[in-house]
Protein backbone atom coordinates (compact mmCIF):
# COMPACT_ATOMS: atom_id res chain seq x y z
CA UNK A 1 0.00 0.00 0.00
CA UNK A 2 2.99 2.42 0.43
CA UNK A 3 5.69 1.35 -2.57
CA UNK A 4 8.16 3.98 -3.60
CA UNK A 5 11.01 2.53 -6.47
CA UNK A 6 13.93 5.21 -7.33
CA UNK A 7 16.46 4.39 -9.82
CA UNK A 8 18.86 7.42 -11.76
CA UNK A 9 16.11 9.37 -12.96
CA UNK A 10 13.02 7.63 -12.39
CA UNK A 11 11.14 7.80 -9.01
CA UNK A 12 7.73 5.60 -8.22
CA UNK A 13 4.74 6.31 -5.96
CA UNK A 14 2.11 3.42 -6.06
CA UNK A 15 -0.14 1.00 -4.02
CA UNK A 16 1.44 -2.14 -5.52
CA UNK A 17 3.89 -3.32 -7.58
CA UNK A 18 4.93 -6.68 -9.24
CA UNK A 19 8.39 -7.26 -10.33
CA UNK A 20 8.67 -10.09 -12.92
CA UNK A 21 12.03 -10.66 -13.19
CA UNK A 22 12.34 -13.39 -15.95
CA UNK A 23 10.27 -10.94 -18.36
CA UNK A 24 12.08 -7.83 -17.06
CA UNK A 25 8.39 -5.92 -16.16
CA UNK A 26 7.56 -4.15 -13.69
CA UNK A 27 3.48 -3.53 -12.73
CA UNK A 28 2.12 -1.03 -10.75
CA UNK A 29 -1.64 -0.33 -10.11
CA UNK A 30 -4.76 0.63 -8.53
CA UNK A 31 -5.97 -1.48 -5.97
CA UNK A 32 -9.21 -0.19 -5.76
CA UNK A 33 -11.21 2.49 -7.35
CA UNK A 34 -10.77 4.71 -4.65
CA UNK A 35 -7.25 4.28 -4.21
CA UNK A 36 -4.79 6.68 -6.05
CA UNK A 37 -3.52 6.18 -9.03
CA UNK A 38 0.66 5.08 -9.63
CA UNK A 39 2.90 8.49 -10.26
CA UNK A 40 5.86 8.04 -12.33
CA UNK A 41 8.52 10.73 -12.33
CA UNK A 42 11.40 10.37 -14.89
CA UNK A 43 13.11 13.69 -15.09
CA UNK A 44 10.52 16.88 -15.28
CA UNK A 45 8.31 14.80 -16.30
CA UNK A 46 5.22 13.22 -14.42
CA UNK A 47 2.68 10.14 -15.66
CA UNK A 48 -0.43 8.80 -13.80
CA UNK A 49 -2.72 6.42 -14.73
CA UNK A 50 -4.77 3.23 -13.72
CA UNK A 51 -2.04 0.53 -14.44
CA UNK A 52 1.29 1.23 -15.71
CA UNK A 53 3.78 -1.65 -16.98
CA UNK A 54 7.36 -1.22 -17.46
CA UNK A 55 9.23 -3.16 -19.72
CA UNK A 56 13.30 -3.42 -19.32
CA UNK A 57 15.83 -4.19 -21.07
CA UNK A 58 19.08 -4.68 -20.13
CA UNK A 59 18.33 -2.63 -17.24
CA UNK A 60 16.95 0.20 -19.09
CA UNK A 61 13.41 1.35 -19.39
CA UNK A 62 12.44 0.39 -22.99
CA UNK A 63 8.56 0.69 -23.24
CA UNK A 64 6.22 1.88 -20.91
CA UNK A 65 2.60 1.35 -21.22
CA UNK A 66 -0.04 3.22 -19.18
CA UNK A 67 -4.10 1.73 -19.31
CA UNK A 68 -7.10 3.99 -18.24
CA UNK A 69 -6.94 7.19 -17.37
CA UNK A 70 -3.62 8.44 -18.82
CA UNK A 71 -1.96 11.96 -17.55
CA UNK A 72 1.38 13.11 -18.68
CA UNK A 73 2.84 16.15 -18.13
CA UNK A 74 6.52 18.25 -18.05
CA UNK A 75 7.55 21.17 -16.60
CA UNK A 76 9.73 23.68 -18.76
CA UNK A 77 13.05 24.07 -16.83
CA UNK A 78 13.10 28.32 -17.83
CA UNK A 79 9.69 28.71 -16.60
CA UNK A 80 8.30 26.71 -13.97
CA UNK A 81 4.76 27.59 -13.99
CA UNK A 82 4.45 26.11 -17.16
CA UNK A 83 3.40 22.61 -17.82
CA UNK A 84 2.78 21.00 -20.88
CA UNK A 85 -0.09 18.44 -20.50
CA UNK A 86 -1.57 15.38 -22.37
CA UNK A 87 -4.62 13.12 -20.88
CA UNK A 88 -5.90 10.22 -23.27
CA UNK A 89 -7.61 6.84 -21.98
CA UNK A 90 -4.39 5.12 -22.86
CA UNK A 91 -0.48 5.88 -23.62
CA UNK A 92 2.73 4.02 -24.84
CA UNK A 93 6.15 5.54 -24.31
CA UNK A 94 9.51 4.32 -26.03
CA UNK A 95 12.99 4.76 -24.94
CA UNK A 96 16.56 4.26 -26.62
CA UNK A 97 19.54 5.35 -24.13
CA UNK A 98 17.26 6.44 -21.21
CA UNK A 99 15.72 8.69 -23.29
CA UNK A 100 12.47 9.29 -24.33
CA UNK A 101 12.02 9.15 -28.07
CA UNK A 102 8.47 8.63 -28.96
CA UNK A 103 4.70 8.86 -27.31
CA UNK A 104 1.61 7.44 -28.64
CA UNK A 105 -1.45 8.56 -26.63
CA UNK A 106 -5.05 6.95 -27.83
CA UNK A 107 -8.54 7.50 -27.10
CA UNK A 108 -10.05 11.27 -26.34
CA UNK A 109 -7.07 12.82 -26.27
CA UNK A 110 -6.48 16.31 -24.63
CA UNK A 111 -3.57 18.29 -24.75
CA UNK A 112 -1.96 21.30 -23.68
CA UNK A 113 1.81 22.95 -25.32
CA UNK A 114 3.84 25.78 -24.83
CA UNK A 115 5.47 27.58 -27.71
CA UNK A 116 9.28 29.02 -27.07
CA UNK A 117 10.77 30.76 -29.70
CA UNK A 118 14.31 31.17 -29.13
CA UNK A 119 13.73 29.83 -25.66
CA UNK A 120 11.35 32.81 -25.17
CA UNK A 121 7.84 32.00 -24.03
CA UNK A 122 5.34 32.67 -27.10
CA UNK A 123 1.92 31.05 -26.36
CA UNK A 124 0.15 27.77 -26.45
CA UNK A 125 -1.81 25.56 -28.27
CA UNK A 126 -4.67 23.57 -27.28
CA UNK A 127 -5.53 20.73 -28.92
CA UNK A 128 -7.85 17.67 -28.94
CA UNK A 129 -7.92 14.27 -31.12
CA UNK A 130 -8.62 10.84 -31.29
CA UNK A 131 -5.40 9.97 -31.06
CA UNK A 132 -1.55 12.02 -30.93
CA UNK A 133 2.00 11.00 -31.68
CA UNK A 134 4.62 13.09 -29.92
CA UNK A 135 8.16 12.78 -31.01
CA UNK A 136 11.00 13.57 -28.90
CA UNK A 137 14.63 15.04 -29.01
CA UNK A 138 17.22 15.07 -26.23
CA UNK A 139 13.39 14.34 -23.97
CA UNK A 140 12.15 18.08 -25.71
CA UNK A 141 9.23 17.62 -28.09
CA UNK A 142 9.94 18.15 -31.48
CA UNK A 143 6.97 16.94 -33.21
CA UNK A 144 3.00 16.50 -32.06
CA UNK A 145 1.01 14.83 -34.98
CA UNK A 146 -2.94 14.57 -34.36
CA UNK A 147 -4.99 11.42 -36.27
CA UNK A 148 -9.64 11.55 -36.41
CA UNK A 149 -10.77 14.52 -35.80
CA UNK A 150 -8.19 16.73 -34.76
CA UNK A 151 -8.86 20.63 -33.64
CA UNK A 152 -6.21 23.04 -32.39
CA UNK A 153 -6.77 26.68 -30.79
CA UNK A 154 -3.30 28.80 -30.52
CA UNK A 155 -3.47 31.34 -27.57
CA UNK A 156 -0.79 34.33 -28.00
CA UNK A 157 1.63 35.04 -25.20
CA UNK A 158 -0.01 38.16 -24.06
CA UNK A 159 -3.32 35.42 -22.90
CA UNK A 160 -0.87 33.14 -21.23
CA UNK A 161 1.42 34.95 -19.22
CA UNK A 162 0.69 35.28 -15.82
CA UNK A 163 -1.93 33.61 -16.60
CA UNK A 164 -0.91 29.86 -16.87
CA UNK A 165 -2.90 28.44 -13.87
CA UNK A 166 -6.55 28.81 -16.43
CA UNK A 167 -4.41 26.50 -18.91
CA UNK A 168 -4.78 22.88 -16.86
CA UNK A 169 -6.54 20.03 -18.30
CA UNK A 170 -9.21 18.93 -16.11
CA UNK A 171 -6.89 15.89 -14.43
CA UNK A 172 -4.23 18.03 -13.79
CA UNK A 173 -2.00 17.66 -10.30
CA UNK A 174 1.40 18.46 -9.90
CA UNK A 175 2.66 15.80 -7.50
CA UNK A 176 5.09 16.89 -5.30
CA UNK A 177 6.00 14.07 -2.85
CA UNK A 178 8.69 12.53 -5.23
CA UNK A 179 10.42 10.16 -3.39
CA UNK A 180 14.06 10.78 -3.42
CA UNK A 181 17.18 8.40 -2.37
CA UNK A 182 18.14 10.40 0.76
CA UNK A 183 14.52 10.07 2.11
CA UNK A 184 14.16 6.83 1.66
CA UNK A 185 17.85 5.76 3.11
CA UNK A 186 16.37 7.72 6.05
CA UNK A 187 13.82 5.17 6.81
CA UNK A 188 15.76 2.47 6.36
CA UNK A 189 18.12 3.39 9.21
Known amino acids: DSVKIIKGGFASINDFTLYL??????ITKKVSEEAGQ??????NSQLT??????????????QLDVIGH???LSQNNKYKERYDQTSSKNVRLFF?????????????????????EEEE??????????????????NEVIEVRLYGSPSSEYYPEKQVVGNERAFTLPN?????????????LKNIQ
Open 70 to 72: AFM
Open 49 to 62: GDSITIYIEDKKIN
Open 96 to 116: ADNKLLKAEFEGNVLSIYYLY
Open 172 to 184: FIFYQNRPSKLDL
Open 38 to 43: PVLWYE
Open 121 to 138: ANGLTKSSAKNVTIIFED
Open 21 to 26: RDAETM
